[in-house]
């Protein structure tokens, strides 16, 4: 279930100035004219998304934009300005509002852009679907990371739910209009039935990578690809030289897609940005605060997969701002392994029932007060 679109329309005027940019206010009308049951979508901040995706949204019979959303300032990946509802801490950007505004109802899914996890890591720290499809080809110009590290920029989207972030990318890379995509659509095959067994999945080495908490990543990683039980993908493990230096992860992912195109590497982050924001910006500077602001890492490839021109896609756990992410190389072939895989995940995976009763299942509309009448 989810709200009417009146009740989307309100709750966006009420987050107007925050997380919301601009409304479209046609959006009532449009919505006659199109498809029922529609996806509400809405849109990052920035002139980096394509002019083509943003016609052909507003043209599809099954799609409603209905907001501008913010993005945090200079595409920071903290957001200063915006305060995560699940963790009370900072929000995590650059693709910030977009996140935000799926939690509270008025968007199933929104558009973003990923340079050095700008969409996956935000996706994580609101514990939200996510794809990134650089690997097969969406791109949205180029930028440099705060650490100095130049990149062209992906396409991706954050949803409510796998098959809203899904529906997006398949309509965005039919949309396309670079002919090697048109040519290659993305189609799953049901996940009860496709056979992960000739896949090759890497997951960190015992001992080599641990998570904000703690905990050993690769334990983490077993914990999860045992819960898809039989035709798992054949496990091997990967030694990254640290896996939260953006610059050492991006050239051992590089080097492993370059001897294994098809591997698939996984790992599951988190809590993103709970026990310290994990940003560049505060680690250039000297003393003893950056350490207390930032050194408890967060973010591992979910900010490096983008720059190693791969495709990333985040499912989420039910541990708070933590996530799945399973990433492959360059390709569309790569992309369709990924995305099978990660639909075998989401079968497994258990929501928190107060996030799915107050947020992905969100019924309970916003009443204004208008005193005033209806301005």
């Given at each position: 279930m989810s709200l009417s679109l009146r009740d989307r329309l309100s709750v966006a005027q009420a987050s107007l100035g925050r997380s919301v940019?601009?409304?479209?206010?046609?959006?009532?009308?449009?919505?006659?004219?199109?498809?029922?049951?529609?996806?509400?979508?809405?849109?990052?901040?920035?002139?980096?998304i394509p002019q083509w995706l943003v016609d052909a949204l507003m043209a599809s019979p099954h799609h409603l934009v209905l907001t501008v959303d913010r993005m945090?300032?200079?595409?920071?990946s903290i957001d200063t300005e915006l305060v995560n509802p699940l963790t009370y801490r900072p929000m995590t950007g650059s693709t910030s509002g977009?996140?935000?505004?799926?939690?509270?109802?008025?968007?199933d899914a929104c558009v973003g852009t990923d340079g050095g996890g700008s969409v996956l890591a935000p996706a994580m720290a609101t514990n939200l679907y996510a794809i990134m499809a650089k690997g097969a080809g969406l791109c949205a110009g180029t930028g440099q990371s705060t650490d100095g590290m130049g990149f062209s920029t992906g396409l991706g989207f954050i949803g409510k739910s796998f098959d809203a972030v899904r529906n997006l990318l398949v309509f965005s890379l039919g949309s396309a209009p670079?002919?090697?995509?048109?040519?290659?659509?993305?189609?799953?095959?049901?996940?009860?039935?496709?056979?992960?067994?000739?896949?090759r999945?890497?997951?960190?080495?015992?001992?080599?990578?641990?998570?904000?908490?703690?905990a050993d990543m690769h334990t983490r990683c077993m914990t999860e690809l045992e819960k898809l039980?039989?035709?798992?993908p054949s496990v091997h493990e990967i030694a990254f030289d640290d896996i939260f230096d953006r610059e050492k992860t991006v050239g051992n992912l590089k080097e492993l897609w370059e001897t294994d195109p098809d591997a698939i590497v996984m790992d599951v982050e988190g809590p993103i940005d709970v026990f310290g924001c994990d940003e560049t910006i505060p680690r250039a500077f000297s003393g003893t605060a950056p350490a207390a602001i930032s050194a408890r890492r967060s973010k591992a490839l979910c900010k490096a997969v983008n720059i190693a021109c791969g495709s990333g896609c985040a499912i989420p756990t039910g541990d708070l701002a933590t996530g799945i992410l399973v990433c492959s190389g360059p390709g569309t072939q790569q992309l369709k392994n990924l995305l099978s895989m990660a639909a075998r995940f989401d079968k497994v995976q258990q929501a928190n029932p107060l996030m799915r009763r107050y947020f992905l299942d969100r019924t309970k509309p916003h009443t204004p007060l208008r005193p005033f009448g209806n301005t």
């Open positions: 940019v601009s409304i479209n206010l046609d959006a009532e009308q449009e919505a006659v004219s199109k498809d029922s049951p529609l996806l509400m979508v809405g849109l990052k901040d920035t002139g980096s945090s300032d200079l595409g920071r977009g996140a935000i505004n799926v939690l509270k109802g008025i968007n670079m002919q090697d995509l048109r040519n290659s659509p993305v189609s799953l095959d049901d996940s009860q039935s496709f056979d992960m067994s000739g896949l999945v890497f997951v960190p080495a015992p001992g080599t990578a641990y998570a904000p908490d703690g039980g039989e035709g798992i």
